[in-house]
């Protein structure tokens, strides 16, 4: 069986105008920049030599980073703009959806936007009418139907958009990122919606940063970096290596500039903190191992309390972990370990921050502000079962110093 | 089983094969332009006439008499220059449209690919329904002036039509090309537009000159054929045919070109959009 898309040795090259930062150019830079030098120019490939091949029915998640070329690479495959170098070879009509509800009219009504938008997707009449009923039901807009755009809500705009799209009937589907649309109930539909597409035979390459929804819809992925292909394989593999690449996190922290930290007295304070891997499974183990240091030598009030706060990406705080909440006397010596452990994490996909916090003499000696970071990379407990549920409440923790 | 290959550009077409596959589009586009147009409007279709009406008013009763004795026009002067407004009206709504039309679509450029040259056509296109009101009413006047009317030449209007469209259609295509790389050419084109009115025979007959140049410059106007088309209507009008063929070759030469140059860079508007 022939592919459905052979990609070849793909480049494309954009020249950067570095001197003047202007969105567009006009006449009259164009008629002076005759007598400048053009020395400011900057080639910049966006893509290089990307060669892979799509067979019919396959669908292919394609991953990287932010301008890594995903969306120079989708721009190509649907024509809008030519490659430098190289070819592809299509075999099938491509529909791309690199946003969803382009051409949409906010004059117009709903029920008019539905054939403009399914006419620019590149649907026959017929093929709109056919699917019309289909369109309005999936888009649950139809009390709406003869209003103007304009008095829709986004989300009912969003719903109607995707609606026309889901309805395409073309052998090859490119998609962009266009599950980010509506409320929960509303992508869960989206995604069934995905899924079926991809799995009734038609080809579908698709580029999210959804790494849970790339991984329910793709079996293949595409790894790119810098405009080149770094693997192609299956997607499990493909983002693997995508996660533990990715991932800019600190695992160890060696406090020597300890006074640049505003709070505490600092008669003690946190020298170093160790977390030892940044990838975690929600489902891992973890621990943190603490070490502290003395600044005055006249400290010796043994009795301290430590306390280990996460946060996740919002800065809200998910766990603390402290020392006062356990009957356990914590003395301070320079040369201890201090570690605290979970036994499961149990918290989703994400990035997690480590705030650490010391006390002796009853007052507040350090806070060490979030200087460590993981990652919770794909796992198998909580994965698009709820996007709701941040972590489980963990009752119990072991501690020990050694 | 369609096999296409995407890869550089290399080879120049005009593109008539693909645009014909996308007829559906350019109706929709076509149709957008025309339900959008007066929405919100209080007046609506009525601005189609309300312009040339106005624009009569005010050279009649200005240079009216002036022109008629200058030029011994032997039909009432309104009559004469909404006549010319009806074909002038035509061709500089659809070019200011043309032009505009890639840049006011860009976000659509930007993201789905079919044959560009469906967005100028389809602004230009779009005018026609102002055109079919205005011509409504130019025969209303004829009927109402009493005047002498060869109505069999009203075989003609298609081929106005179609000449003055041609001629914009061309410019629109390569100003609408240049837009996108040049933001210049919103602000020039007003001005583009009005100067372009007083070169052309619109609001006097090309005998107004008796200089050989100026007389040159009105023949090889690209809507003076058109022009010509339409005022044969009038009852003692005789066609010019030097003008048709002078007229001609302007339209036929900016159709061309502008085609050309559109096609030619077509393939970079989503670059430079």
């Known amino acids: ?101 382009t051409g949409f009219h906010p004059e117009l009504s709903g029920r008019e936007n539905i054939f403009m938008n399914g006419s620019i997707l590149g649907m026959r009449k017929a093929e ?72 009734s035979g038609r080809t579908v390459l698709f580029v999210s940063h959804n790494m849970a929804a790339v991984k329910s819809l793709c079996e293949n992925g595409l790894l790119l970096e810098n405009g080149e292909v770094k693997l192609e394989g299956k997607i499990n593999e493909v983002l693997d290596l ?93 040369r201890s370990l201090y570690s605290f452990s979970l036994n499961q994490l149990n918290l989703t996909k994400g990035h997690y921050t480590i705030g650490v916090w010391l006390q002796g003499n009853n007052l507040e000696q350090d806070y060490l502000d979030q200087s460590v970071s993981f990652e919770i990379g ?6 698009l079962q709820n996007p709701l549920i941040v972590s489980l409440l963990q009752k119990e923790f072991n501690f020990s110093q050694s | 089983m369609i096999e296409y290959e995407i890869k550089p550009q290399n080879k120049f077409s005009f593109g008539f094969k693909e645009l014909a596959r996308y007829y559906e589009l350019l109706y929709y586009f076509t149709w957008r332009d025309v339900k ?34 200058q030029t011994k026009l032997e039909i009432p002067y ?3 220059a909404f006549s010319g407004l009806l074909i002038w009206t035509l061709f500089s709504a659809g070019l200011s449209n043309a032009s505009n039309s890639m840049v006011n679509n860009a976000n659509i450029i930007k993201k789905i690919y079919f044959p560009r040259l469906i967005i100028p056509i389809s602004a230009i296109l779009a005018t026609f329904i102002d055109f079919a009101v205005t011509l409504v009413l130019f025969v209303i006047l004829l009927l109402a002036y009493q005047v002498e009317v060869q109505w069999i030449n009203f075989l003609l209007m298609p081929l106005a039509i179609l000449f003055a469209t041609l001629a914009s259609l061309g410019l629109g295509m390569f100003l609408a090309a240049v837009n996108v790389k040049y933001r210049d050419v919103r602000y020039i084109l007003p001005f583009f537009i009005q100067g372009l009115l007083f070169l052309s025979p619109v609001m006097f007959p090309i005998s ?51 085609l050309f140059y559109f096609r030619k860079t077509e393939a970079y508007f989503a670059d430079l959009a």
């Open chain 1, 242 to 334: 995508y996660n533990s690449d990715n991932i800019e996190s600190n695992t160890y922290y060696d406090t020597s500039n300890f006074g640049d930290r505003k709070r505490g007295l600092k008669q003690i304070y946190i020298k170093s903190v160790n977390i030892h891997k940044n990838l975690y499974s929600p489902n891992d183990k973890f621990q943190i191992d603490i070490q502290l240091n003395k600044n005055e030598v006249l400290f010796n009030n043994k009795e301290i309390h430590l306390a280990v706060f996460i946060f996740d990406i919002l800065q809200n705080n998910v766990y603390q972990l402290s020392t006062m909440f356990s009957s356990q006397k914590i003395s301070f010596d320079e």
């Open chain 2, 78 to 80: 309104s009559l004469f």
């Open chain 1, 1 to 101: 069986m022939k592919p459905i898309l052979e990609i070849q040795n793909v480049g494309k090259k954009y020249l950067i105008k570095h001197e003047e930062q202007q969105p567009y150019l006009s006449l009259r830079d164009s008629v002076t920049g005759i007598f400048k030098s053009k020395s400011s120019k900057e080639e910049f490939w966006a893509l290089k030599d990307v060669n892979f091949t799509v067979n019919p029915g396959e669908s292919l998640g394609i991953i990287g980073k932010n301008g890594a070329g995903k969306s120079t690479l989708l721009k190509i495959l649907s024509r809008i703009t030519p490659p430098t170098t190289g070819k592809i070879i299509s075999r099938g009509r491509i529909a791309s959806l690199l946003e969803v509800g």
């Open chain 2, 36 to 69: 959008v147009k007066y929405k919100q409007t209080v007046l609506g279709l009525l601005w189609a006439v309300l312009q040339p009406i106005f624009m009569t008013l005010v050279f009649t009763f200005f240079l009216g008499a002036a022109i008629s004795q």
């Open chain 2, 208 to 258: 107004i000159t008796k200089n050989v140049w100026a007389l040159k410059v009105l023949q090889f106007n690209p809507v003076a054929g058109s022009l010509e088309f339409v005022r044969a209507v009038f009852g003692s009008y005789i066609i010019d045919w030097q003008t048709v063929f002078y007229s001609s070759i302007t339209t036929v030469i900016l159709f061309l070109f502008g």
């Open chain 1, 378 to 383: 794909e796992g198998t407990i909580y994965e």
């Open chain 1, 128 to 199: 709109i009418l056919k699917n019309f009923d289909a369109i309005v039901d999936f888009s649950g807009v139809e009390k709406f139907l003869d209003t103007p755009l304009k008095h829709y809500s986004s989300g009912m705009q969003l719903r109607l958009a995707f609606a026309v799209a889901a309805f395409l009937e073309n052998e090859i589907l490119i998609i962009d990122e266009v599950l980010a649309v509506g409320d929960a109930e509303f992508q869960k539909k989206c995604m069934g919606k995905m899924g079926e597409v991809a799995s």
